[in-house]
């Protein structure tokens, strides 16, 4: 049975809403819940769960509305919702009494940032507020339109500040991870990113290898687009070229659109400082003095230490130990046995192992992909091998980000062990402020049944899997990576590297890439 109610200027963050409803479904047995303010957006989401009611098309952006399926008719189940929700909220926050706008804010607390997470609707209108009380702004909200991020980043780059997003998932600012992010020593080296789950990569490399972060500035993924013009990564690369804490800066994004990436050319004619540029499957055919392209986000990492005197062992060559273990892997595949899945949390980590893979194997496929032959017709329908951002609107409406949530990936984990042709299941654990407290643990009795289950259909599955986190992440780098290792996943010592293991597990194509990519 479906039930619903909307509670008028009731505003919840989008963060708590997602944060919270798998485990509130969980603890009272609900069969489906979904949680969201009344915006247009949330409503045609709602719709596309198959728990629209008209009543909702009453309610307005500050109206929470909450609809469910329950398996037993339970009038009070929505006033439950209501106040294990209040409580989470109540237990987030200090008793200290919370500024109640941004101007508040800035008088009482003298802030000089403003991270903006409310419906894309009010977003614009809180940014510009925070830039006119001149403080930087992180806007971690999406659905903010193209004019008004033009608008915001102009505004910001007249004020000498900094507009990171919309849909900014990730910054350090001043030793200070916001939204999602990992624990990372401080250190040389600043980074601007229009990609949040890269920037998380290459900085928990540095910080693997002793390295350190001055800044981590995100822009967002539309700042390297024709329209917004890469205003932002412009200004950060301006910023860390002025930044005494800086020494190597470090540039990370998916291909920006032909002008943008002229624009960042010309002004790295002039940069100060040794500059990483890591532009995931862009071509590039420029000599800069200085300026130093790469093509994974491992290689950024390991060069960015490089040029800080810090050298690494190799992470992109297969040991020894590895290739011998992947040999013997290999023989209990079938013959109709030889595709990767990858089913993975971080959008850009999908894109650097479609990058990575490429070359190893015919037929490749994913719903990152910008080439079309490599786009995926349907990413609810596996073929051959696939790559899946299960971080795609199409998986996340009415849910949380699996990222926040990574327990949605089971199902499709259980579902790809069943295809007879699956070989290899990839994975990627991301931990660090915001994510989910132990996704290794709630993925765990995946993994081990689609294991079983392939056991019972006569063939070998093998997992791989990289842990994307630091020994100062809450959730506990070590023991993720040793519960995976008991489970007999085999682990990447970065994203590129478990893409590695995987794609020489299958491998189809040319001999050359045997050893590197």
Request: aromatic share 4%.
């Amino acid at each position: 049975m479906n039930d619903h109610k909307i509670l008028k200027n009731s505003y919840f963050d989008s963060v708590t809403l997602m944060s919270t409803t798998v485990s509130i479904k969980k603890e009272m047995n609900l069969s489906e819940l979904v949680m969201f303010m009344g915006t247009e957006m949330n409503k045609e989401m709602i719709k596309s769960v198959g728990l629209y009611h008209p009543d909702m098309d009453l309610a307005e952006p500050n109206d929470l509305i909450i609809a469910c399926t329950i398996t037993h008719e339970n009038k009070l189940w929505a006033d439950e919702v209501v106040k294990r929700l209040s409580s989470r909220k109540k237990s987030s926050h200090t008793e200290v009494q919370s500024p109640k706008t941004i101007s508040q804010a800035k008088e009482q607390l003298d802030a000089n940032l403003a991270v903006i997470s409310v419906p894309g609707i009010y977003a614009a209108h809180e940014a510009f507020k925070a830039l006119e009380n001149n403080m930087h702004v992180m806007l971690f909200s999406d659905n903010v339109s193209i004019e008004d991020e033009v608008a915001l980043k102009k505004l910001g780059q007249s004020k000498d500040l900094l507009v990171m997003g919309p849909d900014c998932g990730t910054a350090i600012i001043n030793g200070k991870g916001l939204c999602f992010a990992n624990q990372v020593k401080r250190g040389p080296i600043g980074l601007v990113a229009a990609s949040g789950t890269g920037l998380q990569e290459v900085t928990v490399i540095i910080d693997r290898f002793n390295g350190g972060i001055s800044e981590g500035i995100g822009v967002g993924g539309r700042d390297l687009s024709e329209q917004v013009g890469g205003i932002m990564m412009l200004k950060g690369i301006d910023a860390l070229d002025n930044d005494p804490d800086t020494q190597v800066i470090v540039l990370i994004s998916k291909p920006p659109h032909k002008s943008v990436h002229e624009a960042i050319i010309n002004r790295l004619q002039t940069i100060t400082k040794p500059v990483v540029v890591c532009f995931l499957d862009a071509k590039n055919t420029t000599s800069i003095p200085g300026v130093h392209f790469v093509s994974t986000l491992t290689e950024a990492a390991v060069m960015a230490l490089s040029l800080c005197g810090i050298q690494t062992p190799s992470l992109t060559i297969l040991d020894h130990d590895i290739m011998t273990q992947i040999s013997s892997l290999r023989q209990y595949f079938k013959p109709n046995q030889n595709a990767i899945k990858g089913l993975f949390c971080g959008g850009t980590l999908t894109a650097e192992a479609l990058s990575v893979i490429r070359p190893f194997v015919n037929h490749l496929t994913s719903n990152v992909a910008k080439k079309a032959e490599e786009k995926m017709k349907d990413p609810l329908k596996s073929e051959g091998h696939n790559l899946v951002d299960l971080g795609d609107d199409i998986f996340t409406q009415g849910k949380p980000h699996p990222m926040i949530e990574p327990s949605i990936r089971n199902d499709r984990i259980i579902l790809e062990a069943k295809r007879p042709e699956t070989a290899v299941i990839l994975l990627d654990f991301e931990l660090g402020i915001g994510s989910h407290a132990d996704p290794v643990g709630v993925t765990l009795p995946a993994i081990e049944e689609a294991i079983q289950i392939s056991k019972q259909l006569g063939k070998k599955i093998v997992f791989v899997a990289y842990v994307c986190g630091t020994n100062q992440d809450y959730q506990g780098l070590v023991s993720a990576e040793e519960r995976l290792h008991r489970a007999g996943v085999i682990l990447g010592q970065t994203n590129a590297h478990a893409a590695i293991i995987a794609a020489h597990l299958v491998q189809e194509g040319s001999h050359e890439h045997s050893k590197t990519v």
